[in-house]
């Protein structure tokens, strides 16, 4: 039963990636590139992981999505459409069944697969919490000074150009 | 007998559920749950907006609908008939699919979310672990809708509209995210279940433990509302909608059917968020005095809606709509630094316990809040002049 | 105070919206078509046409004289005379429209018509209620549909039927008093004329007697 369903889960976000990589239309490559978010939000609660599954969509569905769909329109929106195939097509396509045949080679031949998956811990939000302000504190602070400076460095940027008009 | 009203639905839904062979049931059950969510809550959104109309014009000195049944009460069925009927235009040179993807769009998130709101006691369809957080990252779905909705119709006022539509939700977004995190903060879960459980029970004094008669949770309570005003683009915040009546809204190439379906979204997203408000700040389906509680649960989680909804009725109609950067500048500039304070109020509550300092505790509270709500309002006020107009008339 | 405002605006929306289930001022609504609004007396609509007494054609003040047609600005009044006349309100033989038709879709009761009559044959009704649902002819209104009795005028517009009601009362009794006394001083000169005659007559007989 769970097969199935991850196969379904897997199946559309696929689908979403290669339509997201095809589309002639800036946006709609943007909208499908969504679903595919939305789909790896499936898998991780398919695997159980609530809090990851949700912060998934909240993060990426509901904010960077809709930056990719700002960046777009705010820059390139007018373009006209460009062919879906660029010219080194071939060598590409070599490169990229080479790298496959080697990935998929390793894992399968790896100790990975044989390996029990080992029991499913219960994680809770409040482990997840408790973690972070216990033993992950450094890197959650790390991250947020990342971030205020990003937010900094965005205000400065957009508060040069009106400067300079 | 209370408690026979109380879980009536509940035992409703065991009846028909039993009725199944056994590897059945829980898709009945929940089936049986979602089928009942979605007939009451549509219902509540045609008897809401006969009553929206009717409010308005009561306070607008007129009266509202009328004709239709007996004092207007048939008119969403008669709005119905006329959105269905109305002919589907879809502009030539519009992104078909995507244009017929948008209302869809706003009206599935908007129903989602009720699976995580508890109705009554035991009435709750999914019990997540982190169900506050499932509400959020659903909700956040709408904002795309619009955007979809906007850019589809490949229509430049429509981009804009769209464009201002999102800015303001997302703005409104962390303050009322913020809002929640004190509640979360201080139930230490994020499961609706368990911040309803901890709104049981009542003071000394006879208030229930709700976390609005707190300093916090009322500052909270507030910013929550008028948050969940802006996110669902009501009046004050209507600029996205009202804005169809100057120029052109994200829905202004939407007729028939697809028009009602997104004011079936929005509404929905209003009695969804007015749920949340209910569960983390109200009580949820608690009763408000001791001697209340044989009235049945969802009849109390019913009652304190549509207290709510009348709330927003009220304000709709006695608030002109913001303008654009008034509306930013109330988020970013007001809103965020009080739910910042807020979340210090009330860590500060949780750690004076009641038993050492109880009066200590409010005073502390309401000190923390309302300086800064005092400042930070002085400080929006600072060079509009905001006296009465006088004129003067040539002579 | 940030919200002071918005606080005192909630409370008069509150009191507007409680205040209008128990006052008639804050609820004004006048709920057509079951309650109309009671109207001026100088309101105005559509033009009809007077006639006095029983008889609608008999009694028809008009004329035919034709001054409403010319006068009326978008022209939607069309006269055709009679051939034979009729005795008028004094008596005297008057002409009378044979048709009289108003295009009331084009009619924009300007009042001019009545303005410019000097019969008082041409009054404005009150009556708007005319909606038809036949386009092209169902506002064409004949001299049958026009004519309305005296009396429907002093209702609908008191003052005035008894301004114009006075005015030819008034020129009917001078016409009469004018007609009394011709009729008077025709018979005093019939009489006159008579004995005059007789007169002439007597003295050839008797000459002689009288002195």
Not at chain 2, 5 to 14: A, E, S, Y
Not at chain 2, 89 to 112: E, N, T, Y
Not at chain 3, 70 to 90: A, F, L, Q, T
Not at chain 3, 115 to 121: G, Q, S
């Amino acid at each position: 039963m769970m097969n199935i369903v991850f196969a379904i889960i897997a199946a559309v976000t696929i689908a979403a990636a290669v339509a997201a990589m095809s589309l002639r239309n800036l946006v709609h490559c943007a909208l499908a590139l969504t679903v595919a978010f939305a789909g790896l939000a499936a898998a991780y609660l398919q695997l159980g992981a609530e809090f990851v599954g949700f912060t998934q969509l909240l993060v990426y569905v509901g904010a960077v999505a809709i930056l990719v769909v700002f960046a777009i329109l705010l820059t390139r929106g007018s373009e006209p459409q460009q062919s879906l195939v660029s010219s080194g097509w071939l060598a590409g396509g070599l490169v990229t069944i080479a790298v496959l045949g080697v990935l998929v080679y390793a894992i399968a031949k790896s100790s990975v697969v044989h390996r029990a998956a080992p029991a499913q811990p219960d994680v809770t939000v409040l482990q997840i919490g408790e973690a972070l302000m216990n033993k992950f504190v450094l890197p959650l602070e790390v991250v947020g000074l990342l971030l205020t400076a990003a937010l900094i460095g965005a205000v400065i940027i957009a508060m040069k150009e009106e400067g300079r008009k | 007998m209370p408690d026979d009203l109380d879980q009536i639905f509940v035992t409703l839904n065991h009846l028909i559920r039993d009725l199944f062979p056994e590897p059945w049931q829980k898709v009945v059950s929940a089936v049986i749950s979602i089928a009942g969510i979605i007939g009451v809550f549509a219902s509540l959104f045609a008897v809401t907006t006969v009553f929206e109309r009717k409010g308005l014009g009561r306070i607008q000195n007129r009266y509202g609908p009328n004709r239709v049944g007996p004092c207007g009460f048939l008119q969403p069925a008669a709005d119905g008939i006329k959105a269905l009927i109305k002919e589907d235009l879809v502009p030539r040179a519009a992104d078909k699919v995507i244009h017929f993807l948008a209302p869809l769009m706003v009206v599935i998130p908007a129903f989602l979310v009720y699976a995580v709101l508890p109705i009554g006691r035991n009435m709750v369809l999914t019990d997540f672990d982190a169900g506050v957080l499932f509400f959020f990252a659903i909700g956040a779905a709408t904002e795309l809708s619009v955007f979809m909705a906007g850019w589809s119709s490949r229509n430049k006022y429509s981009l804009l509209g769209a464009m201002r539509a999102i800015a303001q939700m997302i703005s409104y977004e962390i303050p009322l995210i913020l809002s929640t995190v004190t509640v979360i903060m201080i139930v230490g879960s994020l499961s609706t279940t368990k911040i309803v459980d901890a709104q049981a029970g009542f003071h000394s004094i006879g208030l229930p433990n709700w976390f609005v008669f707190t300093p916090w949770g009322f500052a909270g309570f507030v910013l929550f509302m008028i948050a969940a005003t802006a996110e669902t683009n009501r009046s004050p915040f209507d600029l996205p909608e009202g804005e169809s009546e100057i120029i052109a809204g994200y829905y202004i190439e939407y007729s028939g059917f697809k028009f009602a379906l997104f004011f079936l979204g929005e509404y929905m997203g209003l009695f969804a968020i007015s749920g949340l408000g209910i569960t983390l700040f109200l009580g949820g389906w608690h009763a408000p005095l001791a001697i209340l509680e044989f009235v049945p649960s969802w009849m109390w989680f019913f009652a304190k809606l549509l207290v709510l909804i009348f709330g927003f009725i009220w304000i709709r109609g006695t608030l002109p709509r913001l303008r654009m950067d008034q509306l930013m500048n109330f988020a970013w500039k007001f809103m965020l630094p009080m739910a910042l304070i807020n979340i210090i109020s009330a860590a500060v509550w949780h750690f004076m316990l009641p038993e050492r300092a109880p009066w200590e505790r409010w005073l502390v509270g309401i000190a923390l809040l309302v300086g800064p709500y005092l400042l930070l309002g002085r400080g929006l006020m600072e060079g509009k002049k905001l006296e009465k107009r006088t004129y003067r008339f040539a002579e | 105070m940030l919200g002071e405002g918005i606080l005192k605006g909630m409370a008069v929306t509150a009191k507007n919206f409680l205040g209008s289930y128990v006052s008639d001022e804050r609820l004004t609504t006048i709920q057509y078509p079951e309650e109309r609004q009671p109207l001026q007396e100088a309101v105005r609509q559509f033009p009809f046409l007077v006639f006095d007494g029983n008889d609608s054609m008999a009694g028809l003040r008009c004329v035919a004289c034709q001054i409403c047609e010319k006068e009326c600005p978008p022209k939607c009044i069309y006269i055709e005379k009679s051939k034979d006349k009729k005795p008028d309100y004094i008596g005297k033989p008057q002409l009378y429209p044979a048709t009289f038709d108003i295009d009331l879709s084009v009619c924009m009761s300007c009042q001019i018509c009545v303005e410019v009559c000097p019969f008082d044959a041409i009054k404005m009704d009150t009556e708007f209620e005319l909606s038809t649902s036949d386009r092209f002819g169902g506002l064409l209104v004949n001299k049958t549909q026009l004519a309305k009795s005296n009396q429907h005028y002093r209702k609908i517009h008191p003052t005035e039927a008894d301004e114009v009601d006075g005015r030819l009362a008034a020129e009917k009794a001078k016409a009469e008093a004018k007609a009394k006394a011709d009729a008077e001083a025709k018979a005093k000169a019939v009489a006159e004329a008579k004995a005059k005659a007789a007169a002439a007559a007597a003295p050839a007989v008797t000459p002689t007697a009288t002195k």
